[in-house]
C-alpha cells in the first residue's frame, strides 16, 4: 500500500526501538540469532528509505544496558552483527553520517574498532545521521551528565542559575541531534524502556505490532503518514496552533 507523504512535513529526526527480533525467529522455528540477522538486514534499509525520504537523524536502539544481562552467546551475536553488519559502501552510497550514543568503553574492541572506523570514515558526509545506540540508557546518559555538571560546579565553572534544559541538552551524548520528533516502537510492546527520556518531552510516539524483522520501507512510510496527521500541541490548544499563535 502506498501512503502519501508531505515532503514538507519529514520528521527531522526519528526514533525507532527495534523490538520483536527473538519473537519473529520463535515463530519461524528459528534460533533467536537469525531473527538479529534479519534485524540488522532492516536496520540497513530502513537506514536506505530514511535517507530517501530526507530524515535527518535516525536514531536506532540497539543494544540497551538492560541487554547486558542477556545470555552472553546472544550478546556475542548482537555485537559480532555489529562489527560485520556496519557497511561503508551502504554509507557511502547513502550519503550517511553514522554516529555511536552509548558506554562505548564497555564495548568490546572489536566493536569499538568497527564503530569508530564508521563514524571516522562517514564523518564528512551530509545526509542521514544514523545514530546507533549501544550499551545505551537513558538514566545512564542523565547519571553521566549530572556528574559531569557537579564536577563543574565543584571546580567553580557552574552556577545554580547556569542549569537550564538547554545546559542540560548540551551536555548529554545527543547534543548534536534535535530531539526526535517520531519514536516508532515495533513488536507490540507499549513501553519507552529507558531510550530518550529527556529527549522525548514532546516527541509523537507510534507503536505497532509488527516484528522488526518484517518492518519494511512501506512501514517506515506508514508510520510517517500516521505522524503527518498529528496535531503537534506542546501544551497550547488546538485553537491556537490552528492560528500559528506564539
Ligand atoms: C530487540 O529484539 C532487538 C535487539 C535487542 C537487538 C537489535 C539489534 C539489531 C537489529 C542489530 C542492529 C544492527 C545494526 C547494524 C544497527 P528482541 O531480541 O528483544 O526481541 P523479542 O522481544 O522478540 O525477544
Given at each position: 500500500?502506498?501512503?502519501?507523504?508531505?515532503?514538507?512535513?519529514?520528521?527531522?529526526?526519528?526514533?525507532?526501538?527495534?523490538?520483536?527480533?527473538?519473537?519473529?525467529?520463535?515463530?519461524?522455528?528459528?534460533?533467536?540469532s537469525?531473527?538479529?540477522?534479519?534485524?540488522?538486514?532492516?536496520?540497513?534499509?530502513?537506514?536506505?528509505?530514511?535517507?530517501?525520504?530526507?530524515?535527518?537523524?535516525?536514531?536506532?536502539?540497539?543494544?540497551?544496558?538492560?541487554?547486558?544481562?542477556?545470555?552472553?552467546?546472544?550478546?556475542?551475536?548482537?555485537?559480532?552483527?555489529?562489527?560485520?553488519?556496519?557497511?561503508d559502501e551502504v554509507f557511502m552510497k547513502n550519503n550517511v553520517r553514522f554516529r555511536v550514543i552509548g558506554d562505548f568503553a564497555r564495548l568490546p574492541k572489536s566493536v569499538q574498532k568497527r564503530t569508530q572506523e564508521c563514524m571516522d570514515k562517514t564523518a564528512g558526509n551530509t545526509?542521514?545521521?544514523m545514530v546507533v545506540a549501544?550499551?545505551?540508557?537513558?538514566?545512564?546518559?542523565?547519571?553521566?551528565?549530572?556528574?559531569?555538571?557537579?564536577?563543574q560546579a565543584a571546580e567553580g565553572q557552574l552556577k545554580p542559575e547556569d542549569i537550564t534544559e538547554e545546559y542540560i541538552s548540551s551536555?548529554?551524548?545527543?547534543?548534536f541531534m534535535p530531539d526526535p520528533d517520531l519514536l516508532i516502537r515495533t513488536g507490540g510492546e507499549?513501553?519507552?524502556?529507558?531510550?530518550?527520556?529527556?529527549?522525548?518531552?514532546?516527541?509523537?510516539?507510534?507503536?505497532?505490532?509488527t516484528y522488526w524483522p518484517d518492518f519494511h520501507e512501506e512501514d517506515l512510510r506508514k508510520a510517517i503518514a500516521d505522524f503527518q496527521h498529528r496535531q503537534r500541541r506542546y501544551g497550547k490548544t488546538g485553537e491556537q496552533v490552528e492560528k500559528n499563535e506564539n
Open positions: 500500500m502506498e501512503y502519501e507523504l508531505n515532503r514538507d512535513q519529514i520528521p527531522a529526526h526519528v526514533a525507532i526501538i527495534m523490538d520483536g527480533n527473538g519473537r519473529w525467529a520463535k515463530a519461524k522455528g528459528l534460533p533467536r537469525a531473527g538479529h540477522v534479519e534485524g540488522t538486514e532492516r536496520a540497513k534499509q530502513i537506514t536506505e528509505e530514511a535517507t530517501r525520504l530526507g530524515v535527518k537523524f535516525l536514531t536506532l536502539y540497539t543494544f540497551s544496558t538492560e541487554n547486558w544481562n542477556r545470555p552472553d552467546a546472544e550478546i556475542g551475536t548482537i555485537f559480532d552483527l555489529l562489527v560485520t553488519g556496519l557497511e545526509g542521514t545521521t549501544i550499551s545505551y540508557s537513558s538514566r545512564w546518559e542523565l547519571t553521566q551528565a549530572m556528574q559531569k555538571m557537579a564536577r551536555q548529554l551524548q545527543t547534543s507499549y513501553r519507552i524502556s529507558n531510550y530518550l527520556l529527556w529527549q522525548c518531552a514532546y516527541t509523537e510516539f507510534y507503536y505497532c505490532d
